[in-house]
Nanobody, 115 residues
């Protein structure tokens, strides 16, 4: 089993920044993909960014150039730096870890961007 615990969300004004962290614990394989998804009210959950254990990353078009995903293997932690935040970035952000055939989710953390 794997547990994911997110932190770092909150309320910020448009143009501001936040840094989300997600610590993974449990049975973690050396090869995996960690990522961040988000779900706004009334919308489906969507992939924001992901990064492999080899360091390859991917971003949704709407966050390219504003968000940066990174990971610290020694700490089993993935980060999401959110810059130039917009009101449309408001959502619950979920940490995700995929390894082998298993997928794990964090409990979610609220990010609210005021205009």
């Amino acid at each position: 089993q794997v547990q994911l615990v997110e932190s770092g969300g909150g309320l910020v004004q448009a143009g501001g920044s936040l840094r989300l962290s997600c610590v993974a614990s449990g049975s973690i394989f050396s090869v995996n993909v960690m990522g961040w998804y988000r779900q706004a009210p009334g919308k489906q959950r969507e992939l924001v960014a992901r990064i492999t254990s080899g360091g390859s990353d991917y971003y949704q078009d709407s966050v390219k150039g504003r968000f940066t995903i990174s990971r610290d293997e020694a700490k089993n932690t993935v980060y999401l730096q959110l810059n130039s935040l917009k009101p449309e970035d408001t959502a619950v952000y979920y940490c995700n870890l995929a390894q082998s055939t298993m997928v794990y989710w964090g409990q979610g953390i609220q990010v609210t961007v005021s205009s």
